[in-house]
């Protein structure tokens, strides 16, 4: 099966960090929600990235698991359908090491040169950064506000200073080469997926067919993306103590901003894009977050994780619609942004404006997409939207004119910021000699 030859009507989704926790669960959700609802004539190519082989090939050992269950369901009702729906999901594994931008750019250039397009990248790979969980705290603040504490946690204890290995070889005599730091946090959350995403736009631009759909950079977000975590004077999080909710919610402001008038100089030089053209379109970043799921993210010793498993369905029957628990349900926003209709994401933004969607749950444990409130943002960015009851931070207020105002300016700041960065960093590897070039 990963051998075929991709058919000329395949739909290309790469997906970071699939061996673990949502990336699980996006794989999975993935064939199954393609195999359900695309015509029979369209095939899926499944790329996940892993850091080594072993996690690669159980990986791709766990899907096709996965899409012999579905064969077996199908076959009950329609027998002898497994055959055509085992042809049409084609898997193939990547490596790819977020903390080291050499290794972005290999797998880039790889994928550049072996692929026809790409139409959907999950940036999903990620790292908490912490370093354990204050515990009186914790015990405190669930037992006195139970349905806050374990959906927007002050206890997570998180890494200070924290950077990745250098990026450049040492100097011929041996000396190390001067170089500025990365956070290591911020590389691997953000900063990898951004300069993967820059390389992979062409292929996202690319349409082969007649293909109303955008290529979509797919960019995971969380609820914790908070503003008071982002210092605008230490983009990275290098002396900040909250590295991780940082990082997201400079996944917020960029996403949001990348549609608006006043980056598009920034975005468009980062997407690579110059003009509309018969076989090209601009590819668009949409912004998910996975909502609570129970997954190593954090890592806890057995029993702890178990309670840990048990309070976040309290948390759920209590009414959290955050609470999915489960990777696959966790995994229902990521897949929807990477199968919705063109159409359908179009008519949603402009009724509501640009949106943050997260997974969410009802108390049976139906899962469902909603839309996810930011600080500075609300809903979708109109002063005055109606506050929804639900799924509302402790810090969230309403949307007022000057709040949205320096959250978009925040967000210029980031992609000019980013940008700088992006370049800076080609340069160095390349004066390094170790940069890949993408000719
Ligand atoms: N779980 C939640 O409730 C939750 C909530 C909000 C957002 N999220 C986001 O969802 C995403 C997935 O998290 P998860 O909960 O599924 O965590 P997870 O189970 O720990 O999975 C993280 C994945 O990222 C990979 N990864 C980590 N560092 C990497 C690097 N330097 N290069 C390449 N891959 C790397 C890991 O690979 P290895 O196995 O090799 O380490 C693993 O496959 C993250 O972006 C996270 O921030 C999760």
Known sequence: MSDSPAPDNAFYVLVTGANSGLGLGIGARLIDEFLQTRPQDESLVLIITTRDQRKGDATIAFLEEQL??????????????????????LLRQERLDLLSLVSVQKLSKKLRDTLPKLDVVICNAGIGGWTGINWPLAVKTVLTGWK????????????VGWKTKPQLPPNKDGSTREEPLLGEVFCANFFGHYMLGHYLAPLLAKRTRTEPNLGRLVWTSSLEAYEHSLDMQ??????GEQAYESSKRLADLMAVTSVLPSTEPHVNRYLAYEQPHEKTTKPRIYLSHPGITHTPIMPLILVIDYVWRLVCYISRWVGSQWHVVTVDKGAVSAVWLALAKQSTLDSMEQKEGVGKWGSAIDVWGNERVERTEMEGWG??????????????SPYAKTLTREDQEKFVRDGEKCWEELERLREDWENRLDEAGVGVSMD
């Open 68 to 89: 012999r269950k579905v064969c077996r369901k199908a076959e009950k009702t329609l027998p002898g359908v497994s055959q055509v729906l085992q042809r049409r999901v």
């Open 148 to 159: 806050s504490a374990t959906t927007w946690p002050t206890y997570k204890i998180s890494g």
């Open 234 to 239: 230490d983009i990275q999080c290098l002396t």
């Open 379 to 392: 809903w979708g960015g109109k002063v005055g939207e109606t506050p929804r009851k639900f799924g509302r």
